[in-house]
């Protein structure tokens, strides 16, 4: 599927298919049912506060749309032996309701042009002020909602929260305690911090000190113009295996280590 500049009809049935499957699923593994276990849980916790123009808010949906077509993307979706579940939720003053995109399980190149599809229809739902912890308790909520109810389950679980500002709704304290609550519950929390109006660095310094989890990362978006590159950058660290330099140093390590026992097994041979 070509990437995404407008959303003619045939892309509006795809949506609609897609809406129909999320349903399906919802109502196939409600009921307290075994959860289905897949290779990684992402919830997608969207700024759409008043700082962002109409304009701005097209950006972020439609580079989230094409992020996922990108073809490195789809077939790393495509190879995870269980899928992968993903939902969509916007938030400024408050965490909006109902979800933008409900839970959805991807697991070939349809049902990810699907969801790709779905993202770039996806309607806004608010323009007030910016209340981040609220857009994190919310995809916790979301999450365990998810696995309580039998819906989705996995040993990796993500919160992939992007925005242009920082909190001024809530208190630092309770951003502070959402992040805290998300690692207690296995939850990494990564941003994708688009700045502007703080200065070249302050909405990601913003994230590293009061967003982000241990372990977790900041893409720095250095304007609107540039988002669809940093989602797509973003997404793919987050649907590999390989998520950046840190298991590149692994790898270095162990190939040392390697190195190291192959002299010590010469030398007791010799």
């Not at 200065?199 to 988002?227: L, M």
Request: proline share 3%.
């Amino acid at each position: 599927m070509a990437k995404i500049s407008r959303f003619p009809a045939r892309l509006r049935n795809i949506a609609l298919v897609g809406a129909a499957v999320t349903l399906s699923q919802v109502t196939l593994f409600s009921g307290g049912a075994q959860a289905l276990t897949v290779d990684k849980m992402i919830f997608f916790s969207t700024d759409v506060s008043g700082s962002i123009d109409s304009g701005e808010y097209d950006t972020q949906r439609l580079g989230w749309a094409n992020a996922f077509l990108t073809p490195s993307i789809k077939s790393s979706i495509v190879a995870a032996p269980n899928g992968i579940a993903v939902a969509v939720g916007q938030w400024d003053t408050v965490a909006r309701s109902p979800l933008s995109i409900d839970w959805t399980h991807l697991t070939d190149a349809a049902s990810v042009d699907a969801f790709s599809a779905q993202f770039a229809a996806m309607l806004r739902q608010g323009s007030g002020t910016t209340c981040i912890s609220c857009g994190l308790n919310a995809a916790v909520n979301s999450i365990q909602a998810a696995v309580s109810s039998g819906l989705f389950d996995s040993g990796s679980k993500i919160i992939d929260i992007s925005g242009d500002g920082v909190d001024n709704q809530s208190s630092d304290a309770q951003v502070q305690a959402a992040r805290d609550l998300a690692a207690s519950l296995g939850i990494g929390v990564n941003g994708l911090a688009i700045e502007g109006d703080f200065g070249p660095t302050g909405v990601s310094d913003y994230y590293q000190a009061n967003v982000i989890t241990p372990g977790g990362f900041v893409e720095t978006v250095t304007g609107f113009g540039d988002f669809e590159t940093a989602a797509t950058i973003k997404l793919g660290r987050e649907v590999s295996d390989v998520p950046g330099p840190l298991p590149l140093l692994g790898l270095a390590m162990a190939l040392g280590w390697a190195r190291r026992l192959r002299q010590r097994l010469a030398w007791s041979m010799g």
